[in-house]
């Protein structure tokens, strides 16, 4: 068995009375990620990381923004869509492990119910999912609460 790794990076500006969609669950906050979709830069990073590994090009590339079809779209459909694509190219997913990059709100209560989102999504065991969250200890764009920002690595196991 063979496997393959992929690594995505995503950031999005934070804007006053914009929802704030993170890991697939709506997170309560005064400010929310905005983007041509419904701006989860944690779900997109998933994706990007998905296709890399894949060699599948990237979220952009599948997804643009230029396309009003994704206007507003939920990211868990962009996930789901970016699994098939995966497991059309004989790839199972082994793990992810992602970390966001926030300011505020803290989201450490919000993480076991995005891990069930995501592995929900992509129809897999929630061990197979690791989130983390870390500041920038006041430092940066995300720092001054202007933008957040994700990481994420992912194993998949080519099954053919």
Request: with cysteine; proline share 2%; glycine share 10%.
């Amino acid at each position: 068995m063979s496997f393959r790794i992929g690594f995505g990076y995503d950031v999005h500006q934070l804007r006053e009375s914009t929802d704030f969609w993170l890991g697939g669950i709506l997170v309560p906050h005064s400010k929310g990620a905005y983007g041509h979709s419904d701006a989860d830069v944690l779900l997109h990073v998933i994706c990007d990381a998905l296709l890399g590994a894949a060699d599948a090009r990237d979220i952009g590339f599948h997804f643009p923004d230029t396309d009003q079809t994704y206007k507003g779209i939920d990211s868990k459909i962009l996930l789901s869509k970016t699994m098939e694509i995966v497991r059309a190219k004989g790839y199972e997913l082994g793990n992810i492990d992602a970390t966001v990059c926030l300011q505020r709100p803290k989201i450490k209560d919000h993480i076991p119910l995005m891990k069930a989102k995501i592995a929900e999504v992509l129809g897999v065991s929630e061990n197979k999912v690791s989130v983390k969250a870390t500041t920038t200890e006041q430092l940066g764009f995300v720092g001054r609460e202007e933008g957040v920002s994700a990481y994420a690595v992912v194993l998949i196991e080519d099954i053919n």
